[in-house]
């Protein structure tokens, strides 16, 4: 690319070196500001090293403040290792236990479990059988158990985890929780008889300050970017806005956004017009995300919502009852998951002459919902 800032960019010239450093899943070799978490996460998992169980492990935190990227760098540290075995099982995708052991199968075995369905009580055979035969460690990931809780599986499988060296001899299993719901006490949620086995290690991971994010989001930009395109003023900006969420994944977004915006102008360099219009769109990265793992009937529900907004449930469910002929009480459960995700507030106000009543009203702009339901 030319070294002139003033020149325009010709059709064939870019102003990303590496445009991949802005996706959702690029592992970043940097990785600072997570000295003591990753420091108490090693000494969790440091006896599995020596061929014994780890230490259970709690982490905690506001969504984008790095806790799947330590795991994740974690494991690829242990990987080598040829008695230790790692998988992060993401909850929102399998969000059951027989989800979650049919994903530890397929990172232990290396292939899915039989597709004509096998009972839960032979899969977890076949996978503590392989463990114990190659005196394999296993250290599992559970990355948002979140979503485990919001569907009731949590307690089982957790208690099939925790306990499954007393039905089967000399397996040895870790267990990382992680979970970006801070309104969720998890210890307290979980069934008492999976309480009295579950002890872990706690690790906070609190939000980046704006200085920490300005420095992680300047290493981004230097190997996404060609030099010059993001000066140090706009980048500034770039971080002040990412700290409003304190998501680390909207200013990521947000570099990806305005450097296309740059290129859409045939600009070399990115000018805070480009960020604030980027912004609208990237400030609903953590949107976009809940909305992604919704199944048919959320995703019905929320749609109702968008014409009843603020209406009292009971109304509410006769639209949504007339759409998709489902129950109340399931009707019951999926608002109480819409609000737990943070997507709706379903709080109980005073309706005259009828008592308390459920209020639902949508916690985001309605078309930006629709815009992303699609
Ligand atoms: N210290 C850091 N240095 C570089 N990149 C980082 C750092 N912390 C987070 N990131 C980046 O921010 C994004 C979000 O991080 P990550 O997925 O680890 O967050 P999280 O806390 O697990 O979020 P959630 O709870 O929503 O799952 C990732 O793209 C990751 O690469």
């Known amino acids: 690319m030319s070294d002139d800032p003033e020149e325009m960019l010709s059709w064939d010239e870019t102003v990303f070196r590496d445009e991949h450093v802005f996706e959702i899943d690029y592992l970043p070799d940097a990785f600072h500001h997570r000295t003591s978490q990753l420091e108490s996460l090693k000494y969790a998992l440091r006896p599995a090293v020596r061929g014994s169980r780890p230490l259970n492990t709690m982490i905690q935190g506001p969504p984008g403040t790095g806790k799947t990227t330590a795991v994740q760098k974690l494991f690829g540290e242990l990987g080598g290792q040829s008695d230790i075995q790692t998988v992060r099982v993401n909850c929102q995708v399998d969000s059951t236990r027989y989800a979650v052991f049919s994903r530890l199968f397929q ?41 485990l809780f919001y569907e009731n599986e949590a307690s089982d499988t957790l208690g099939s985890l925790l306990r499954a060296h007393e ?44 200085d920490e994010i300005h420095s ?66 990237s400030k609903h990265v953590h949107l976009s995300r809940s909305l992604r793992g919704l199944s048919e009937s959320e995703r019905a529900l929320l749609e109702v919502l968008i014409d009843h907004d603020g209406k009292q449930a009971g109304a509410v469910y006769e639209a949504f009852e007339a759409v998709t002929g489902l129950g109340y009480t399931r009707y019951s459960e999926l608002v109480n998951k819409l609000d737990q995700l943070g ?10 002459g009828r008592g308390r009543s459920r209020e639902l009203s949508l916690e985001y702009d309605p078309q930006a919902i629709l815009d992303r339901l699609d």
């Open 167 to 210: 039905t089967h001899s000399g397996v040895k299993i870790g267990v990382i929780i992680i979970s970006s719901d801070l309104s969720l006490d998890v210890i307290d949620e979980i069934d008492t008889r999976v309480q009295s086995v579950f002890r872990p290690e706690e690790i906070f991971f609190p939000r980046y300050s704006v």
């Open 343 to 352: 997507i709706i507030d379903a709080s109980y106000a005073d309706v005259e």
């Open 107 to 147: 990172g232990i075995f290396d292939y899915e479990p039989p597709s004509s369905g096998i009972s839960f009580k032979k899969l977890f055979g076949q996978l503590t059988e392989r463990l114990v035969d190659d005196e394999d460690v296993l250290i599992v990931a559970l990355d948002d158990i979140n979503y």
């Open 216 to 281: 992680i989001l300047r290493e981004r930009a230097d190997r996404g970017f060609h030099q010059d395109v993001i000066s140090d003023t706009e980048l500034q900006r770039v971080a002040e806005l990412t700290a409003e969420s304190g998501d680390l994944r909207v200013g990521i977004d947000l570099l990806r956004r305005a450097g296309l915006n740059a290129e859409m102008r045939a600009s070399r360099t990115i000018t805070g017009d480009d960020i604030e219009s980027a912004y609208e769109k």
